[in-house]
């Protein structure tokens, strides 16, 4: 994380935060989020079956994809110094692209969009997040996504 005084919070809008390590999406993460989850249809859990759809693997699920942001966003999402604490507070779009298919390597591109003081001690952050797919021209995802920071 990049720490900086909430004055220098509106000196990052619009500007590119950077990207994450890229993270390998193999069978046994996409098993593992659809037995949390119980979406077990097999385009995302049954490789034979999966062969024969037009993805011709399987996939990972869209939600996978998308729980990945908070810890993709740890060393890239810029946050006001004196954090307390910062919370999911939604999203106000999202839009999956493109599925991920199983062994690829995916990476999170974060842009700074707004930053609001709600409330004293209360910064709102909305941010870009870009989930890339490594080899694609097209991203999976493109999320705006909202942070809620107490300092």
Known sequence: MQFVP???LQDYIGKDLGHSDW???DQNRINQFADCTGDQQFIHVD???AKHTP???TIAHGYLS???IP???EGILV???GLKMAINYGMDSLRFIQPVPVNSNVRLAMTLLDATEKAPGQWL???RATLEIEGQTKPAYVAETLTLCFV
């Open 79 to 81: 946050l006001p110094e």
């Open 125 to 127: 952050l909305k941010a």
């Open 6 to 8: 909430v004055a220098q």
């Open 71 to 73: 810890k993709l966003s």
């Open 55 to 57: 993805f011709g693997s």
């Open 66 to 68: 998308l729980s990945l």
């Open 23 to 25: 993270l390998k999406i």
């Open 47 to 49: 490789p034979e079956k």
